[in-house]
């Protein structure tokens, strides 16, 4: 028997008993979902019997071992539907894979009784069944890793926008308190928030507070000069706060030219010296 032959036998196999495969495709991953809703057991009802409609579709092609092949795409699409959903869902990787290895029990079960007259179709079917779905669970495994990098970077980046806010102190004065380190990505980030900040409030002042930078060397130095060149260009000038006595030293040591760069130990003396600049003054009333 060929494997074109086989493929049809093996496709005719699963539509005759679609129903009953499926049934005990889903009873085996339901019975992994203790704890899950009905919805979710719902939609898993719907991706088995989507998935097996269309494996036993792609079959008929005689393809058995080229899942690249375009007789496969509807199945390769719905995998990697089910893959990404799991990984925003918070699914491992192997319970992902599961889903089309436990296809295995059932089908196998349909094989040796259609190829009961024929021990050698029997095997030759059985192996292209059993290759053909490690092929596909492994596929499902390469998509949910890629979902989930995509996932892991824009939270990533979500996490330094929001470690970077830039903050209105007064009409015309902008303040960015930075903690933690300051590599080349974050500057970026930086960079781009307090630029934009700069052109949506016509800010002439910008404080950059480096209180929380644990280390000052000659990277974040130039980041930091950096960042106080495009503002200049966007027509703001920056004020550098949260220098401590370290920070002064390492900065001297480093031989960083901060010549032309207005720096203040606190961010209320940089926020006093912003006010005085753009021509504003705080009074305090003393209660009697």
């Known amino acids: ?4 032959d086989n493929a049809a036998r093996i496709s005719q196999l699963i539509q005759e008993h679609e129903a009953e495969i499926g049934s005990q495709w889903i009873a085996q991953l339901e019975a992994l979902m203790v704890r899950s809703s009905g919805s979710a057991k719902e939609q898993l009802r719907s991706h088995c019997q989507q998935f097996l409609a269309a494996f036993a579709a792609a079959t008929r092609s005689g393809e058995l071992e080229n899942v690249e092949h375009r007789s496969w795409d509807e199945v390769r699409d719905l995998l990697a539907e089910i893959s990404s959903s799991r990984a925003k869902s918070g699914s491992t990787p192997s319970e992902t894979a599961s889903f089309v ?3 295995k029990q059932p089908l196998f079960g349909q094989l040796t009784a259609g190829f ?24 499902t495994i390469e998509v949910f890793q890629k979902a989930k990098d995509q996932i892991i970077v824009r939270q990533q980046q979500e996490l330094l926008e929001l470690s970077t806010p830039v903050v209105k102190l007064w009409n015309g004065i902008l303040a960015l308190p930075l903690i933690g380190t300051l590599d080349s990505a974050r ?19 910008a404080i950059i507070d480096i209180t929380g930078v644990p280390m ?30 370290q920070i002064a030293q390492t900065i001297v040591h480093l031989g960083v030219n901060l010549e032309d760069v207005v720096t203040k130990a606190t961010l209320a003396d940089a926020f006093l010296v912003a006010l005085e600049r ?3 003054s705080v009074t305090i009333h003393k209660k009697n």
């Open 278 to 280: 753009t021509g504003a």
């Open 216 to 245: 000052v060397d000659t990277l974040v130095a130039q980041h930091l000069m950096k960042t106080i060149a495009a503002a200049r260009l966007m027509g703001a000038d920056c004020i550098i706060s949260g220098i401590r006595p």
């Open 101 to 103: 290895f436990s296809l």
């Open 187 to 205: 500057t970026q980030v930086v960079m781009e928030n307090i630029l934009q900040k700069i052109v949506d409030t016509g800010a002439e002042i």
């Open 1 to 4: 028997m060929t494997t074109k």
């Open 116 to 139: 009961a007259d024929d021990s050698a179709a029997l095997a030759s079917a059985s192996w292209s069944v059993s290759s053909l779905l490690d092929k596909l669970g492994l596929y």
